[in-house]
Every structure is written in C-alpha cells, then in structure tokens.
C-alpha cells in the first residue's frame, strides 16, 4: 500500500484483557519499528525488526508485550493481560534500511483499558 | 527514558510572529530528523539532517544541526494557523532505532 496502515484505529479493552494490534508497513521497506505514545508527549520507542528479525526489543515495558513479523511485512504488537497505564497510542512506523530517509509512520491504534 | 529535550514545551503565538523551537542531546547524533504530528494521526516527517552544521529550508521553515551534531534548531516565518501541532526532534544514535525528544506543542491563533 501507499503507506503504514494500522488497525484496528481505536480499542476498548477491559483490565486484563489480552489485545492484538495489527501494522502492515509500506511494501518493501526492511525495518518496521513500534513506538508508544502517551497523551502529548513524544513516542517511546518499544521495539524493532529488520525483516523477520527482532533486533531491539528493549523498550518493551515489560514481558506482557509481545512482537512478532513471522513473514517480513505484516507485524503484530501482543498485550497479555492489559492493564490502565497501557492505555496509549500504538505507533508503527517503517522505513527502507537506510535510515537517513526517515520513517512513515501509520496513523496509531489508541488503546483504552477500563 | 528520552535522551532529547525540547524547548520550549508549549508555544502559543499570533499569525505572522517568527518562533524557534530547540532539540538538546547529551550525545552525538549519526542523524537527527523533524516531525510535525496532528492529533490523531501518526508523525509526519519534515526533514533529515546528517552533517553538521547544515541548514536546510523548507518553505518558512528553516532547520538547522548544530556543528557538533548534539543539537538543532527549527526556525518558522510568519507562522500561519495551519503550522499548528506537536513538532517533534528525533534522533539516530548508530543504530535504526530512533528516539523522540520530549515534543513542542505549537498554537498559531488567526
């Protein structure tokens, strides 16, 4: 596709829940990365593959996030038994290997924990 | 933990007034990049910078690296309602993995 789309765009999830969100990068770009956004502030970054391979998955909050890229393109950020301070905007952003032409990112999954 | 300070956070200016927002690093940048992010949407990128020193210009919006590649600087003319947003400075430390500065909110009242 034209650029990073990412879904689902909106989720409600109730404490404990598990969640899946989804990210289909632009085709053909290498590294795919995941970045959380809290209201107003900049993204932390969470993790990051280049093809199927998680090279950096230190941002990760802790062992209730979980990233996968089994084939290379499609990737999906796991949250095992959802708690409130998840609550936050999902980004994903990728980019070709160079990474002097910057990122695209898509447009966020804003998650809710109630 | 972010490793870039912005200044300043917020910004609130008339159309037509001139502003400069300030990315900070205590680490040397391999590159460093400006995004402009709308509520709702993900960052947009504006520009890269890799050598210091460069200044790059981008219709009213002038970016400039530091000569040391720690710092940079976003100058905007004549702001107009539309430059509206979170402007954010990201960096490169050697790796792929980037890393956002903490944000400047921009508002711009007709």
């Known amino acids: 596709g034209a650029g990073v789309s990412q879904s689902p765009r909106y989720k409600v999830a109730k404490r404990g829940q598990d969640v899946a969100l989804r990210c289909d990068p632009i085709?053909?770009?290498?590294?795919l990365f995941w970045y959380q956004q809290a209201l107003g502030q900049g993204p932390e970054f969470l993790t990051y593959?280049?093809?199927?391979?998680?090279?950096?998955k230190s941002g990760l909050p802790s062992d209730r996030f979980f990233a996968e890229r089994p084939e290379g393109s499609v990737s999906t950020l796991k949250i095992q038994r959802t708690q409130q301070e998840d609550s936050a905007v999902y980004l994903c952003?990728?980019?070709?290997?160079?990474?002097?032409?910057?990122?695209?990112f898509g447009s966020g999954t804003r998650l809710t924990v109630v | 933990t972010q490793l870039l300070e912005q200044s300043p956070q917020f910004l609130s200016i008339q159309e037509g007034e001139n502003l400069t927002v300030y990315c900070n690093s205590s680490?040397?940048?391999?590159?460093l990049q400006w995004y402009r992010q709308e509520p709702g949407e993900g960052p947009v990128l504006l520009v890269t910078?890799?050598?210091?020193?460069e200044v790059k210009k981008l219709k009213r919006l002038t970016f400039q690296f530091g000569d040391a590649r720690k710092d940079s600087s976003l100058h905007i003319t004549a702001a107009q309602p539309g430059d509206t947003g979170l402007y954010l400075c990201?960096?490169?430390?050697?790796?792929?993995?980037?890393?956002f500065g903490t944000g400047t909110r921009l508002q711009v009242f007709p």
């Open positions: 593959f280049q093809n199927e391979a998680q090279l950096d």
């Open positions: 085709s053909g770009h290498v590294s």
């Open positions: 952003a990728s980019s070709r290997r160079i990474t002097n032409y910057g990122y695209t």
């Open positions: 990201a960096g490169t430390y050697n790796t792929d993995k980037l890393i």
């Open positions: 910078v890799v050598t210091g020193g």
């Open positions: 680490s040397v940048f391999s590159s």
